[in-house]
């Protein structure tokens, strides 16, 4: 039995700092997504909703607040909070509910307000959570990006201007997406001119947070051809494994790794893909098209040799061939990537999805890669959470 | 540095004897895994049913594997000095115990004297609210 589903229909609430409710973002989304599947709300069996933790009780119960908000119809519901991977997860959740045969239409919507400044915990004394002991100690998010970043330039001679030159390629492919939060074309001399954050990273390195909302209307695929959309771009994968003891890496918000005394060390990162291609049944050199967390630019460079797109420190050969602009043979993040949306949480997963779907579909505009066939995502998050989505044509 | 007036900034953390200081983690009796910060309930590793741990003393040294900086002010429960001064940070390979443990780097150690592979050692050095934290620091 074939475990795809379909895409009918995607939806997008430009990112930006807007200030307003999630919900506002979610379901203008949504309604975009509706009208995109030609659907209407009504058809709609299940709503699950990605969870935003930054609004209080309404926030962990996203999936009903999209729902109300789009008109309480009787739909199933279901929220899912993962940090980074919520949007991925709400997805396995409706994808699940589709292959058991439990609905055959379903809507996906993650949104996020975001406060301004620097993430920050809770208040409180608490030195039992390792997010409280790491900013105790004078530890941020780009502690671990300015890591991994150094560990780039020891280990296979990256540079800073390579970073850059993620920025640089980014910034010109999100200047032609409407939905992207900074379309200005920056130059590699303006990136380093800006700020040093966290040695070797500069402030235009790493991604902002942001306010903004995705939304997907996935069906089983006799509901798409029933509805004339049997040749609707369709889900392969989605992969939502856990880390794998011992950690290799030190992971946010965690201050010190796994001991590898009795297991040996494993890549949360690279195990994330590889269970989605297995799940495909798609091999890494089969991918078009990819969708990174690019929460810093160096990350980007990790990502695909993750996603074994290229050898172990070979991703800056990748870059400076200009093989992952949109015009190259493999583009990553023709959307802008994070670099020009920011990160709004719980639709970041489903807004990599989104963009996918526009490129397989030939309906990117002016960010259209060539002829794409296959599409994957990767993000991953605090506490364990990560995804990898695989979406083919 | 008297460590008898001296506070802990995570109380039951690290030792606090002023010239080698240790981390001060917990072993799964069972599979022989280290923790830091302490673990005393079940043991992680999904291979191990282990319940027991002993309480030891880290690695005082080991191998610099990354390094950045905090160039900006790190929102609180973090307490800085008036006006801020960046500070290192260190990601340090202990060998036995076979994991990496992240901290600050001693004060007027700045990145541009870090190199990966150096040896570093723990250090304790007071925090502006005049609670003893551990520090990495490369060794002469």
């Known amino acids: ?393 | 540095m008297d460590a008898k007036v001296q506070e802990a900034l995570l109380p039951g953390w690290y030792t606090l004897d002023a010239d080698q200081p240790h981390l001060i983690g917990t072993r799964c009796t069972a599979c022989g895994t280290y923790y830091f910060p302490k673990q005393s309930t079940f043991c992680r590793n999904p291979d191990c049913a282990g319940v027991e741990f002993e309480e030891v003393q880290l690695s005082r040294t080991g191998k610099l594997w990354s390094w950045t900086n905090a160039c900006y002010k790190p929102p609180e429960p973090f307490v800085a000095v008036e006006p801020f001064v960046p500070y290192a940070i260190a990601a340090v390979e202990l060998a036995k115990e076979k994991m990496i443990i992240l901290g600050a780097v001693v004060d007027g150690v700045g990145v541009e004297k870090l190199k990966s592979g150096m040896q570093m050692e723990l250090k304790l050095e007071p925090t502006v609210d005049g609670k003893l934290t551990w520090k990495w620091k490369p060794t002469p």
């Open chain 1, 1 to 393: 039995m074939s475990k795809d589903i379909a895409i009918l229909g995607v939806g997008m609430h430009p990112w930006g700092k807007w200030g307003r409710n999630f919900v506002e973002y979610g379901v203008k989304a949504a309604r975009d997504a509706i009208a995109d599947a030609g659907i209407s709300w009504r058809d709609v069996q299940f709503v699950s909703g990605g969870g935003t933790i930054r609004n209080g009780y309404p926030g962990f119960v996203a999936g009903a607040s999209f729902a109300q908000a789009l008109g309480w119809q009787g739909a199933q519901v279901n929220t899912s909070y993962a940090a980074c991977a919520s949007g991925s997860q709400a997805l396995a959740a409706a994808r699940s509910k589709i292959l058991s045969g439990e609905c055959d239409v379903a809507l996906v919507v993650g949104a996020d307000t975001t406060p301004k400044g620097f993430l920050a915990p809770a208040k409180g004394e608490r030195f039992d959570d390792p997010d409280w002991v790491r900013f105790r100690i004078g530890i941020t998010n780009p502690t671990y990006f300015a890591l991994y970043a150094r560990r780039r330039i020891e280990q296979y001679g990256d540079t800073q201007a390579d970073f850059a030159a993620v920025k640089v390629k980014n910034a010109e492919h999100g200047f032609a997406n409407p939905n992207a939060r900074y379309r200005k074309k920056f130059s590699a001399e303006e990136v380093a001119a800006s700020a040093m954050v966290a040695d070797p990273l500069r402030l235009m390195d790493i991604c902002a947070t942001s306010d903004g909302g995705a939304a997907i209307i996935v069906s089983s695929l006799a509901y798409a051809k029933k509805i004339g959309k049997g040749n609707a771009p369709r889900i392969a994968a989605i992969s939502t494994v856990t880390p794998t003891f011992a950690s290799e890496l030190v992971e946010m918000p965690d201050i010190a790794t796994d001991s590898a005394v009795a297991a040996k060390p494993q890549s949360f990162r690279a195990a994330l893909p590889k269970k989605a291609y297995e799940e495909a049944g798609i091999s890494p050199k089969d991918v078009s098209l990819a969708e990174v967390y690019d929460l810093s630019t160096a990350l980007e460079l990790d990502w695909m040799e993750d996603l074994q797109l290229c050898a172990r420190g070979e991703a800056a050969k990748l870059l400076r061939a200009g093989a992952t602009k949109i015009s190259g043979r493999l583009p990553v993040n023709a959307s802008g990537g994070l670099a020009c949306f920011g990160e709004a949480v719980p639709a970041q997963a489903l807004a990599q999805v989104c963009e996918l779907a526009w490129q397989l579909r030939g309906q990117a505009g002016e960010r259209q890669t060539s002829n794409p066939k296959v599409g994957i995502t990767a993000n991953q998050g605090l506490f364990g959470h990560g995804s990898c989505v695989i979406v083919k044509k």
